[in-house]
């Protein structure tokens, strides 16, 4: 694996600044947001100074006890190649569950929700993780997450779940150092046991970011700066290996570029002084390193997983994103409490991206905008994309909201309108002749 250096999370907002940003080898950008015939004109530039682009996906649910989609497969596979990137990552987590598999409807969280890490479903990631390294172009990379809950009856640790699914697999692992914290705060696992478990060779590069604790939750919001506990946690780690690359993630709230600087900056300093431990430790002279080959999946795939093992998966998983997403009752064996807390951040998550998809909305609605989605994802959970759950939400509005202003509801009515049909209402013949009449009637 080629050593990628220092690297920022490409975003829309901040794509100026990243531009002008001093000391930057590489960029990710999440690939859902890329369109690979348009792609923004920051990204072709960085592109032509030969900054390198990592497409990192976000909704293939390789942790899922489906099989992966074909389509969001060769979508990566495209954008890869698009960007001649040299590797992809995505993540190890289940972000819908229900359909075929378990009989039951199809739910989206809308979110990264954590795997059991169990026998069944490691199994079932290994060969979800095998299909998709056969589907795309360059090497595989997955990203442990970060978690508020926890599954009961667990038989692996973290660092022995990703240990096994790199030996098996020899699928590369994107260490998120800020999802270890979370992780240890929010249950209670030791980030430097988890490091002292994983398979250092096989580590493509590492995130970084910044999150917040409230009522001993913390929240791994990519919003806030990255806090000290993180940067002791890259220390430890560059203190054991010498990562290929290092990665600030900002989604959110973001800063001035001055503000960016430093936290790169700070970034590091971190691994400038694990290094330095780890020279100090060894008695030489510290000299970057790239990383080994890591681990080799062997030589016999073995049988694939059993369609009753999947269903078992996908059956649990089901349950516990209905009770997340829909209001049933909770799985046996889960925290309630931290339920709630999951479930308020997966609704107040899906606001935040609906006002950003459709930003309209909070427009038309005003101060409304949020209780009201926030009382319609009660009863109504996603069954698609933000763009449908978008249109559902106006559409529940309008069906619901018999005392709205008037004048509101004609606009969220023709907001509707316009974009609930195959093509924009605008665009239609008789559309156009009508406002095109009513153009020539105000002119009188």
Request: glycine fraction near 10%; charge should be negative; proline fraction near 8%.
């Amino acid at each position: 694996m080629a050593r990628l250096g220092t690297g920022i999370g490409w975003r829309p907002e901040i794509a100026d600044v990243v531009e002008r940003m001093p000391g930057i080898d590489w960029v990710e950008a999440v690939s859902e947001n890329l369109c690979p015939g348009h792609l923004p004109d920051s990204l072709l530039r960085l592109r032509e100074r030969g900054v390198t682009v990592v497409p990192h996906g976000v909704s293939l649910g390789l942790g899922g006890g489906d099989r992966p989609d074909a389509g969001r497969l060769a979508a990566l596979a495209e954008r890869a190649e698009v960007l001649g990137s040299p590797l992809v990552t995505e993540h190890i987590a289940f972000v819908r569950a229900g359909g075929a598999l378990t009989a039951s409807p199809q739910l989206e969280a809308g979110h990264l929700l954590p795997v059991p890490r169990t026998r069944d479903a490691l199994d079932v990631l290994c060969e979800n993780v095998r299909i998709a390294q056969d589907a795309l172009p360059v090497p595989l990379a997955v990203e442990n997450i970060a978690a508020l809950i926890s599954w009961p009856d667990e038989e692996l640790t973290e660092g022995q779940f990703l240990y096994e699914l790199a030996d098996r697999t020899g699928v590369r692992l994107l260490i998120d150092v800020a999802n270890l914290h979370t992780n240890h705060v929010n249950r209670g696992e030791d980030p430097a046991e988890a490091l002292g478990e994983l398979p250092l060779e096989a580590i493509a590069y590492v995130h970084v970011a910044g999150g917040f604790e409230r009522d001993g939750v913390w929240h791994d919001s990519h919003a806030h700066p990255v806090a000290q506990p993180v940067l002791d946690i890259l220390t430890d780690l560059a203190s054991r290996v010498a990562p290929p690359g290092v990665l600030l993630e900002r989604d959110e709230n973001f800063p001035e570029g001055d503000e960016l600087r430093r936290e790169v900056a700070a970034i590091g300093a971190a691994v400038a002084k694990g290094r330095a431990t780890r020279a100090a430790a060894a008695g030489v002279t510290v000299t970057p390193r790239v990383s080994g080959a890591g681990p080799e999946a062997g030589p016999g795939v073995g049988p694939g997983v059993d369609d009753a093992v999947r269903q078992r998966l996908g059956l649990a998983q089901a349950a516990l994103l209905s009770a997340l997403v829909a209001g049933t009752p909770v799985p046996e064996g889960f925290d309630r409490a931290r339920l709630g807390v999951q479930a308020r951040a997966l609704a107040g998550k899906r606001a935040d991206v609906v006002g950003k998809v459709a930003p309209e909305l909070p427009v038309i609605l005003g101060a409304g905008y949020r209780p009201a989605f926030l009382a319609y994802a009660q009863g109504c959970p996603m069954t698609g994309g933000y763009r449908r759950d978008a249109l559902d939400f106006a559409a529940h509005v309008l069906r619901t909201a018999e005392d709205q202003d008037p004048a509101v509801r004609r606009a969220l009515r023709e907001w509707w309108l316009e974009r609930s049909g195959p093509a924009p209402r605008s665009a239609r013949p008789g559309v156009r002749l009508a406002r095109a009449t009513r153009r020539v009637l105000l002119r009188r």
